[in-house]
């Protein structure tokens, strides 16, 4: 990536998450230019849409229905409202970010939502087993769903958080939503669902399904999703083709070659060479999370913030490193921008001593 003044960075930012197999990729780029010849968007549904439905529910492997939107917001939003019309209830337990609709951004600070909201909206922490217990034990019966994210990036993982809400949610009658924004088409091409091995009855997917194109979807089980037979959801451009065509395209490329498992290899050389780094250095850091998003984890860190962070990114910025919370690497990445991006980090660190 290049800035204004022509300064090149390595991105591990990766556009916030949708950029999985790298910048102007050709052989999506491609894709949409046969498309953009063809026309951009129609009266009725165009064909494409059929073909990127059937090629993306073939890549995930576990979904029977498939609907396109156009932001992860959008398609968590869905999945609430199909929950709450299959099973007519109203109630929601939440963990994690899912965008910025009413009901998923409750405790932000002076959100502009009404307080009667706060009733139907029960939030817990990642990985609260007593929480789930509680709130099921409390609401069980009135709760539509719950929607999760499966990882947060700075946390370990929990395979038995989402063991415990699968089963909690099948003894309630209550459906289960996992927003794989991120996590999908990252942690596997099934994304949570696969690597975890822990099936939801409906999900929501956005980054990485058209390599930086605006395009998500809803998925699930044909039950749930033909709920839509009476709910409505629409919105213009969900059937647009520029992205439609790059989403194909992207699981042409993922079906064809080995995007999952290189994601895995890079992002474990970068954190066994930040660790490394740390642990020689004395360096008040270690790495947490899955490998194709490692984050630093600071030791003076509340919530994310850490004097020492801004100044360890800053230095990283001077040295052609653009990057942050998430170390989001791509496709595109290759061994020898991981070692350059461990030798920054060596020098940042060494800048910081001083």
């Known amino acids: 990536m290049w800035d204004l003044d022509d300064k090149e960075y390595i991105d591990f930012r990766s556009a916030l998450g949708p950029i999985t197999l790298g910048y102007a990729y050709p052989e999506v780029d491609d894709a949409v230019r046969k498309q953009i010849e063809k026309g951009i968007l129609f009266s009725m549904a ?6 990127a439905a059937e090629s993306i529910l073939n890549t995930i492997g576990w979904a029977d229905k498939i609907r396109f939107m156009k932001t992860g917001a959008d398609a968590n939003a869905c999945c609430l409202r199909l929950a709450r ?14 965008g910025y609709q009413d009901w998923f951004t409750l405790g932000w600070a002076n959100p502009g939502i009404p307080e009667s909201l706060n009733q139907y909206v029960h939030a817990i922490d990642y990985g609260d087993l007593e929480s789930i217990e509680r709130i099921f034990s409390e609401c069980g019966n009135d709760l539509a769903a719950v929607v999760i994210v499966p990882v947060e990036w700075w946390r370990e993982p929990s395979k038995e958080y989402l063991e415990t809400l699968r089963k909690k949610c099948d003894e309630y009658g209550t459906l289960l939503i996992f927003d794989e924004v991120l996590t999908g088409f990252r942690l596997g091409k099934g994304g949570a669902q696969e690597y975890f091995s822990v099936t939801p009855d409906l999900a929501a997917y956005a980054k990485g399904i058209a390599n930086g194109y605006p395009l998500s979807a809803f998925a699930g089980k044909a039950q ?8 409505t959801i629409t919105t213009t451009y969900a059937g647009e083709t520029l992205s439609l065509a790059a989403a194909k395209a992207v699981m042409n490329i993922m079906n064809r070659e080995p995007v999952i498992e290189h994601l895995f290899a890079m992002g474990e050389r970068l954190r066994e060479g930040f660790d490394s780094l740390f642990s020689e250095t004395n360096f008040p850091a270690k790495t947490v999370g899955l490998s194709p998003a490692i984050t630093i984890q600071f030791e003076d860190e509340v919530d994310l913030h850490s004097p020492l962070r801004a100044s360890l990114f800053d230095e990283l910025y001077k040295l052609g490193i653009f990057a ?3 170390w989001l690497v791509n496709y595109s990445h290759q061994p020898e921008d991981i070692d350059k991006t461990v030798e920054a980090m060596s020098k940042a660190i060494k800048q910081i001593a001083k």
Not at 46 to 51: A, G, H, L, R, T
Not at 85 to 98: A, E, N
């Open 324 to 326: 942050n919370k998430e």
């Open 85 to 98: 019309s299959y099973t007519g209830r109203d109630h929601l337990l939440t963990s994690g970010y899912h």
């Open 46 to 51: 165009s064909p494409i849409e059929v073909e």
């Open 224 to 231: 749930y999703m033909d709920t839509l037979n009476r709910t």
